[in-house]
């Protein structure tokens, strides 16, 4: 017997239902006639105890936001809550432990974060492994754990046994290399679960950052308990490290709840699967701007040369291979374009990120206003997290299901403006330089208001991105190049930024510490404003992209070979509704 012919819901979430407890008759799945209606409505819920409405209401609640997480497990989200607590909580005491034990120097300080953010760029290889090496079927669980297990006793070496900076380099980077890949598997399960309704998108990424947002916030918090500003810390630093090898020993348990990752045999729009050739084509661009952009100082114009020679010859080798070995380019062809990677996309996230910006400028003005109160960056990072986690909320709820591009259109225009509130903190300063706790206040409206643009127009670039994943055979790959064209922009913004820097305010007074003016950091901060704004025309070239994707239909179907009309037909209208569902 169907599940309709029973009266159940068809729903595919329908398990939750059988779980309820049998005490909530109202939430009963069998239709009712009008009369039991009209009885109910006029009964109320008086036949139930105050505590069966609540679990009633906890229960139909849960139904719902599951719903609307495409079945997300709610332990995937406490992963990314402890992810986020891992690199939170353990800041001071790396700042201390590096400073203050190690002795580190300023050059040593730079090649540090260098190598710290390096692992970072092999995002597209850790899913290349993940999506096409499964360990015993699995494709993410089995890799979490391993990265856990290796991050814990990375912590709990650093407290115990390393003394020197070169083995603070080499620790360092296996925890970096091992906690970026536990992260990027982390959000390659949720592509896997948007994927089953691209249209939940929204919610889904909302609900990943505000968990990230949320475990910040604790983190900080516990923080300014064991590191108080005040000094008099309870704990040694090397102490405060290894606590931290706590958490990734946690996400190893939990991974016990995680749900087995199954890839999808095929791309069911026809389309092949995402080649190696994106991810080995991006890998030297990413590790050359990580490289140049903190161990070693570079002159703007040599940096882009090094650049487009790197993509030049990145590019051109696979065709000077195929063009040799196989006597024509028809083999790196369909290695490179017969995929569903969307150059137009991948273009689109890079340009998102690389938009000059006013990050280092506003943080060097920040640190001169409180250069003798330290403890003001602590609080500074609770307002900014639990801003954005608020932010994630509303998104969720508000903004998930509607049309991509007009969501992202507003958001980035809001990110743009909400930069021209730094305004009012640096006017307040100009006129009460002395007053450092109205400065504090004023600082606080500032950050909530700039993060709060910001982390709506993050969400709702990664909600696009996470859109254009679901049809491919081997989504994380792909997920995960787009997400290395955000990091590849991060790095062109600070080649672009310095640029603005130079146009805006001229050479010497941008590359001078302490020379930057409280006219010369306004205009910084309109010019940012601007460039950020003015993004949202790329958003709406996103929309002519996507019509024009749906106009050829069919005709790209045909290209792939040896379906009959009725078979074309189908996929044609799995196309459709496929670009229907992301609501553009």
Not at 559 to 568: I, T
Request: glycine share 8%.
């Amino acid at each position: 017997m169907s599940a309709q012919d029973n009266g159940r819901s068809t729903s595919p979430y329908v398990e939750y239902e059988d779980d309820l407890p049998e005490s909530l008759p109202l939430l009963a799945t069998s239709p009712v006639n009008e009369s039991d209606t009209d009885k109910r409505d006029k009964i109320g819920d008086s036949t139930l105890s105050r505590a069966d409405r609540f679990r009633g209401w906890v229960a139909r609640s849960y139904v719902k936001v599951q719903e609307s997480l495409n079945g997300t497990p709610p332990v995937l989200l406490v992963m990314f809550a402890l992810q986020a607590w891992m690199q939170t909580f353990p800041l001071v005491a790396y700042s201390g432990w590096l400073y203050k034990d190690l002795h580190l120097t300023n050059p040593q300080l730079n090649q540090y974060d260098s190598l710290s953010f390096l692992p970072y760029c092999f995002k597209p290889l850790y899913a290349y492994v993940s999506d096409k090496l499964p360990i015993k079927g699995d494709h993410r669980k089995p890799y979490i754990r391993g990265c856990a297990i290796v991050s814990a006793l990375c912590y709990i070496l650093t407290a115990t046994v390393i003394k020197t900076p070169n083995g603070a380099f080499a620790i360092t980077f296996i925890r970096t290399l091992v906690n970026s890949a536990m992260e990027l598997f982390f959000g390659l399960m949720l592509a896997d679960h948007a994927c089953r309704n691209p249209a939940n998108s929204g919610a889904i990424q909302a609900a990943a950052f505000g968990a990230r947002n949320l475990g910040s916030v604790v983190a900080y918090a516990a923080g300014l308990a064991i590191f108080p500003p005040s000094g008099g810390q309870t704990v040694s630093n090397a102490h405060g490290i290894g606590i931290t090898a706590i958490f990734p020993l946690i996400i190893f348990v939990l991974c016990t709840w995680l749900p087995n990752s199954k890839l999808p045999a095929a791309d069911r729009i026809g389309r092949g699967e995402v080649s190696v050739f994106p991810v080995l084509w991006m890998m030297p661009l990413l590790i050359w701007g990580q490289l140049s952009d903190g161990s070693f100082s570079i002159p703007p114009d040599v940096w882009w040369k090094v650049m487009v020679a790197l993509s030049v010859v990145t590019l051109g080798a696979p065709l000077i291979g195929a063009r040799v070995y196989y006597g024509g380019f028809a083999a790196v062809q369909e290695a490179a374009f017969n995929q569903p990677l969307s150059f137009f996309i991948a273009a689109y996230v890079f340009l998102f990120n690389a938009a000059p910006g006013d990050a280092a400028s506003v943080a060097e003005y920040q640190y001169d206003a409180f250069e003798n109160n330290e403890y003001y960056s602590q609080y500074m990072g609770i307002v900014q997290f639990a801003a954005s986690f608020v932010m994630c909320l509303l998104y969720g709820f508000l903004l998930n299901g509607r049309r991509t591009v007009t969501v992202l259109s507003v958001c980035v225009v809001l990110a743009g403006l909400s930069k021209l509130a730094f305004l009012w903190f640096i006017q307040y300063r100009a006129e009460h330089p002395d007053d450092l706790k109205g400065l504090f206040g004023v600082l606080v409206g500032v950050l909530i208001v700039k993060q709060a643009g910001s982390e709506l127009s993050l969400v709702a670039a990664l909600t696009l991105v996470t859109q254009f994943t679901d049809a491919a055979g081997s989504p994380g790959i792909l997920y995960a190049i787009y997400l290395s064209c955000f990091d590849l922009g991060d790095v062109a913004s600070a080649q672009l930024s310095t640029q603005m820097g130079y146009a805006t305010i001229g050479k010497t007074a941008y590359s001078t510490p302490g020379a930057l003016s409280n006219s010369n950091l306004a205009a910084i901060v309109k010019a940012a404003s601007a460039s950020k704004t003015l993004g949202v025309v790329f958003v709406l070239l996103v929309l002519a992209q996507s019509a024009v994707a749906l106009r050829r239909g069919g005709a790209e179907i045909d290209n792939h070979g040896g379906l009959n009309d009725e078979e074309v037909l189908l996929r044609e209208d799995d196309r459709k509704s496929e670009i229907g569902s992301r609501e553009f």
